[in-house]
């Protein structure tokens, strides 16, 4: 799983909170004003012109603008940052090209591997062209492909460059949805997800107008966003003229269902799915899925939830709208876990909406967790103070949730203090014991 959320806590200049303890130590990899490493001018870290993620032992992917320039840089558990494309470096294998303007990075694995999307302008041309490199060990960018390039697995169809939507892993492989051009595209075919494997070849996955190979004859009308787990395996929405839901697709691109629209949802009594509302992976292969239930056989307060489905395909309901929360007397779940992360131990975060007796627009949504073993915990809710302040308060969770291998989560929220009657932002890490 990516920590994208304690980056924050690294490279953005918390606002002030008074009285706030966090039982976290932070030391800061690059600030405002740094001078840019391989590049000139000095960096600039605002929400508004920096996208990263981060991986389980601590590399940093970071698309960042500068007071010069724009770039892609790396920075290693230690701090040491390394220039991966700057606007107006050479871009490898377009001779005369340069680069110009980056897209986040995202899928940082271990050892500092991950993907990006850029423009760079063509030798000779005003006109940008956009594609998707790859980078091995937090140093040498190489090309997943480029805008125009020929689309694996298609006749006559070429990649746009326009979706922006992908995932990797750390032994090179990549996932993305790209929409397509060509004499034989049409709205019904131009969409589709290819994997890149580690040996570099890329392969199609599925494309709307083509059977779903492997797993359904009928057309695919329909993808979803691709997400990639440590394993390499990788999961999709799918809609086909006959089925929906989630597939699998493995290291070597063959495709199966998780879970399908008409499945009995376990832990209903025989209540099937109606339709999807998303899905994770975990490194451990186990999949974490919400969905809607069947109107006609399940209660209007009971109508949603979240499930897991291990690699074996059993599945266990982790949270239904309307279960009692423990310990919380009088208060139920108000729908599905949102925003969830799920580590390698199956131990995942969410965040859901609460009912019952004095709930309030104030205090209706929390954060929980759950273990395998079923087991639910209320970890921090909205209204109550934070540890340490007797003043100020937990007002709203924004950004995605994240947990790593131990457990550790990381997440954003608005806070208030009564005393000046200010709303702040702050980044929390939480252990999963609370230590």
Known sequence: MRLFAVLLLAAWTLVPV????????????????????????????????????????????????????????????????TPIAIAGDAVPGQPGATFYTFDRASGVAEGGAFAFYGTFMPAGSTVGTTGLWRVENGATASPVFHEGDPAPGTTAAFFTGNQRFWDSDAEGRVVFREKLTGNLVDRTNEVGIWLRRSDGTVVLLAREGNPATGISASPVLGVGLPEMNARGESIFGLVTAQETGFVRASVDGQLSWVVRDGDVAVGTGGVRFDRSLGGRISDSGSVVYSAVLDPATAAPNADRGTWIFDRAGASRLVVREGDAIPGAAGLTFAGRLDQVAINESDQLVGVSSLAGPSVSALNDRAIFGAEPSGDITLFVREGELIPGSASISFVNFFFDLHINARGDMAFGAEVFDSTTNEISEAIFFRSWDGV
């Not at 706030?20 to 590049?39: E, F, H, K, M, N």
């Not at 920096?50 to 558990?77: C, H, L, N």
């Open 18 to 81: 008074s009285g706030l303890a966090l039982s976290l130590s932070l030391r800061t990899i690059a600030a405002d004003g740094d001078p840019v490493v391989g590049g000139t001018g000095t960096f600039r870290f605002s929400p508004l012109n920096w996208r990263a993620s981060m991986s389980e032992d601590g590399f940093i992917a970071v698309v960042a603008s500068t007071t010069v320039e724009e770039g892609v840089w790396v920075f290693d558990p230690s701090g040491t940052a």
